[in-house]
């Protein structure tokens, strides 16, 4: 189950936006050298395609859930902050600073994310025990299973 916390969904989505563009610009404004430029583009790139595919309020096509989206904000968060050991530009301060702070951010952000609307949780809940109670109204009472005889041994036919 998706846990409450205090960031709309479409808040989420917005500083999602944010950060891929924040991540494609960051590469040409700190005037990061090497993988780390082309490793902040994949991200950004990354994080603005994965905002647009998910059943967020801003998603334009909508194919990721909110169940598979958390999943991916959590894989992403700890690929940003890895990024600089995992792609080797961590001797460049600028660049391992930025990636480890905005995963940290990123994974924050992703915990406190309110995804289901306030009486959409009691909605699922009402839906599984109507659908459960109509389930047992199909089903009839419980009948006996069949009986059934064990052929004896040594027989043979």
Do not use: C, W
Request: glycine letters at 8%.
């Amino acid at each position: 189950m998706l846990r409450q916390g205090p960031i709309p969904r479409f808040a989420h989505a917005i500083i999602e936006y944010v950060t891929g563009v924040f991540f494609i610009a960051a590469s040409f404004m700190f005037d990061y050298n090497g993988p780390a430029t082309a490793v902040s583009i994949v991200a950004g790139v990354g994080i603005i395609f994965l905002a647009a595919v998910s059943e967020a309020p801003f998603g334009l096509i909508p194919q990721v859930s909110p169940v598979a989206h958390l999943v991916f904000d959590y894989l992403l968060a700890a690929l940003l902050i890895a990024a600089p050991f995992l792609f080797g530009f961590s001797d460049q301060s600028t660049p391992t600073a930025v990636f480890i702070a905005a995963g940290v951010i990123f994974l924050l952000v992703s915990v406190g994310t309110r995804y289901l609307k306030a009486d959409e949780s009691v909605r699922q809940k009402r839906r599984l025990r109507r659908g459960r109670k109509r389930d047992r109204a199909q089903d009839g009472p419980l009948e006996e299973p069949p009986e059934f005889e064990v052929p004896p041994r040594g027989e043979k036919r």
